[in-house]
């Protein structure tokens, strides 16, 4: 069984939850309800799990190339010209900056939906349902493209030597 130790990301799974309950089961007995919402919360964790897993991944692979200070999108803007050892070398901001425009390619790269799919989950942090009623498509379909994205980009940028 899985645990959430944050209690706001709890509260919010247990919500999800409860309004997935109510929305796809509601005509259901009385008596089914239980063992429906038992399932749907294990889900739902499951997915928060997968979700963060993935979410900080590709945050600890960004993070590497903005600073502390800076909070906009690591592939719109460079570092800084200092990070916590010291003044940045032209060969880091270099090196920096042609790892920031691979990422940046092979995102490019993606076919359109799972693109799509791939920056509303991670980038616009939309959860399934919302990314769904955005792309007009099932949460289903969603999972498949993001599933897709993240392995192509790992599997691209681990090709051209980015490690994650």
């Known amino acids: ?21 109510a929305e796809k089961y509601g005509d259901r007995p009385e008596e089914e309800f ?3 919402f038992q399932r749907i919360l294990q889900n739902t964790i499951r997915d928060y799990y997968r979700r963060s897993k993935v979410r900080s991944m590709w945050t600890t692979l960004l993070s590497a190339f903005s600073s502390d200070d800076d909070d906009s999108d690591p592939l719109e803007t460079l570092a800084a010209d200092a990070d916590d050892a010291g003044p940045r070398t032209p060969e880091s901001k270099l090196l920096q900056a042609q790892t920031l425009n691979i990422i940046d390619g092979e995102i490019k790269k993606l076919p359109a939906r799972q693109r799509e799919a791939f920056l509303l989950r991670y980038w ?36 051209k030597g980015i490690r994650l």
Request: hydrophobic share 45%; proline share 2%; charged share 20%.
């Open 124 to 159: 616009e942090e939309m959860d399934v349902a919302e990314t769904a009623a955005t792309m007009g498509c099932s949460e289903g379909s969603v999972k498949t493209h993001c599933s897709r994205a993240t392995h192509s980009l790992a599997s691209a940028l681990s090709a």
């Open 1 to 21: 069984m899985f645990a959430v130790h944050q209690e706001e990301s709890a509260l919010d799974i247990v919500q999800d939850a409860m309004l997935k309950l």
């Open 34 to 36: 239980p063992m429906l």
